[in-house]
C-alpha cells in the first residue's frame, strides 16, 4: 500500500459519508461531512463545505466523492509473530484427528514454539511485517499482537521486541505477553513451577524493558486452569497491566468469577462459556472477543452465546486470532463476514466488532469511532452500502486508508 502526497499529519476529508458505529452494534450513517485532522488527531467534522484548507498550504486535501468513511478497523487478538506453519495440522484435522490428538502428537502450539525459537529476530520481523502489510488491505490501522510463542524468556523478548519495531506510521501495534499461552516441554509437566518463571522473572524483565501493553493467558482444558493462571494475572495486575484471557474455547472451565475481581479487558473465544459466568461478566465493562475463523478453521459444532451476550449488554468485539496453527485468517473482512454467517451477528455489530468494540477489549478509548479528539485512523471504502463490509469474501473493497492523518491508497484494492 503506497503513500500518498501528504507528508504532514493534517489532512482535510472532503465529500465524506461517515458511518460510526456505537457499543450497543447499532450505526449513524451522515451524509457529505468534512473531517480535519491535525496533528495526527480528527480535530473538526462538519457539513459538507464549512470547513475548508485552501488558506493552509499544509493541509492536504483528499475528496473522497461521496465514499463511506469508517474508523480504521482494529484487529484486538491475533498471534501475528511466528516462524514456520502448521499445514500438516490442518490436513490431519480435516481427516479427523483432534486439537487434543495434534497436540499429544507433538504438534500444536509446542511445534511453532520450536520453531520460532529457532528463527532470529530479523526473520521474525521479515514475517511478520509482510502479515501485516496485506492485513492493512483489509483496512486495519491497529493490531494487537500477542507473544506466546517462545514460552522462554528470551524468545518472549525477542517478540515483543519484534512487536515495538512493528509499529510505526502504517499501522498501530499493541504488545501482549501471553507467555501462558502452553506449558513448554522443558518444565516437565510442573505447570506451578512454570508460573513461578513467568511471575518472578519473565514478567518482570519484559517490563523493565517496556516491552508489554497487557497481559493475556490461555484457561481452557488444553491450557492452565484459573487457579494456575491466578498469581500470574495478580502479578501482573499488581504492576499496572491490565489483562485479557482466552477463555472456554474448547469446554467450559466456569472460571470467570475467579477472575472478575481482577477486571479483565477482555475474554477471547467463549464457546462453551456458561450463563453464570455471563451474568458476572455483566457487572463488569469486560469485552466478548468472538473469533468465528478459529471456529470456523476447528469446525467446532459449538457457538458463543451471543443471544445471551447480547442480553446482557456485554459488548461484543471481533477479531482474526491470526496463528499459524487454528486461524492463519489475514482479513478482518472475512472475519466479519463469518460473525455474521456463523454467529448470527448483523453487519452493524460486526462492524462495532472491529471498531469501537474492538478498542474497549485493547483497553484503548482514543480509537474506534470517528469523533473530535480521537486517533486520525480512518478506513475509505468503495461499497454503495456499509453491508458491503460484512458481504464480500475473498475482496477488499478498500479505498484508502488513514493512519493519524497520513494517508494510503493502493490503486489494486480498489473496485
Given at each position: ?22 457499543v450497543?452494534?447499532s ?29 493552509d ?6 475528496d ?7 474508523p ?63 492485513m ?31 509499529d ?64 500470574y ?19 467450559d ?20 462459556i ?13 469485552v ?36 499459524p496453527?487454528?486461524?492463519p ?87
Amino acid at each position: 500500500m503506497s503513500l500518498c502526497s501528504n507528508n504532514s499529519s493534517d489532512v482535510l476529508i472532503t465529500n465524506a459519508t461517515i458511518v460510526n458505529p456505537s457499543v450497543d452494534g447499532s450505526w449513524r450513517i451522515g451524509d457529505g461531512e468534512s473531517i480535519l485532522i491535525k496533528d495526527g488527531l480528527i480535530r473538526e467534522i462538519r457539513q459538507q463545505g464549512s470547513l475548508k484548507a485552501q488558506d493552509d498550504q499544509n493541509v492536504t486535501v483528499v475528496d473522497v466523492a461521496g465514499r463511506f468513511v469508517t474508523p480504521g478497523l482494529i484487529d484486538c487478538h491475533t498471534h501475528l509473530i511466528y516462524a514456520g506453519n502448521r499445514a500438516t495440522e490442518f490436513a490431519d484435522r480435516i481427516v479427523g484427528k483432534s486439537y487434543q490428538e495434534i497436540l499429544e502428537n507433538g504438534g500444536g502450539i509446542l511445534s511453532t514454539v520450536e520453531e520460532t525459537r529457532r528463527a532470529p529476530i530479523d526473520r521474525l520481523h521479515e514475517l511478520a511485517s509482510t502479515r501485516l502489510e496485506r492485513m492493512t488491505r483489509f483496512g486495519l490501522t491497529t493490531v494487537e499482537v500477542k507473544s506466546g510463542y517462545g514460552l522462554n524468556l528470551e524468545t518472549e523478548t525477542k517478540m515483543l521486541k519484534v512487536a515495538r519495531l512493528l509499529d510505526g506510521p502504517r499501522a498501530r501495534v499493541i504488545s501482549t505477553f501471553l507467555g501462558a499461552h502452553s506449558l513448554p516441554t522443558e518444565f516437565h509437566g510442573d505447570k506451578v513451577r512454570y508460573m513461578d518463571y513467568l511471575v518472578n522473572e519473565v514478567l518482570p524483565k519484559l517490563t523493565d524493558m517496556n516491552l508489554v501493553d497487557i497481559v493475556d493467558g490461555f484457561c481452557d482444558q488444553v491450557a492452565f486452569s484459573a487457579n494456575e493462571l491466578l498469581p500470574y494475572f495478580e502479578r501482573a495486575k499488581s504492576m499496572g497491566l491490565p489483562i485479557r484471557v482466552h477463555l472456554d474455547q474448547l469446554g467450559d472451565t466456569d472460571s470467570f468469577n475467579a477472575f472478575s475481581h481482577l477486571a479483565p479487558i477482555s475474554v477471547d473465544h467463549l464457546e462453551y462459556i456458561n450463563d453464570r459466568s455471563i451474568e458476572s461478566m455483566a457487572q463488569g465493562n469486560t469485552v466478548a472477543v468472538l473469533v468465528p475463523t478459529a471456529s470456523y478453521f476447528l469446525k467446532q459444532q459449538q457457538k458463543p452465546p451471543v443471544e445471551k451476550l447480547r442480553y446482557y449488554g456485554i459488548p461484543l468485539a471481533l477479531a482474526t486470532d491470526h496463528n499459524p496453527g487454528t486461524s492463519p485468517v489475514e482479513s478482518l473482512l472475512l472475519a466479519m463476514n463469518m460473525g455474521c454467517v456463523l454467529f448470527g451477528l448483523t453487519p452493524s455489530e460486526a462492524l462495532s466488532g472491529v471498531t469501537i468494540n474492538a478498542a474497549h477489549a485493547l483497553g484503548v478509548s482514543d480509537r474506534g469511532r470517528v469523533d473530535c479528539g480521537m486517533l486520525g485512523d480512518l478506513a475509505i471504502w468503495d461499497v454503495t452500502d456499509p453491508v458491503e463490509l460484512s458481504y464480500y469474501m475473498g475482496h477488499t473493497p478498500l479505498w484508502a486508508r488513514v493512519v493519524g492523518g497520513m494517508v494510503f491508497r493502493d490503486d489494486s484494492s480498489s473496485r
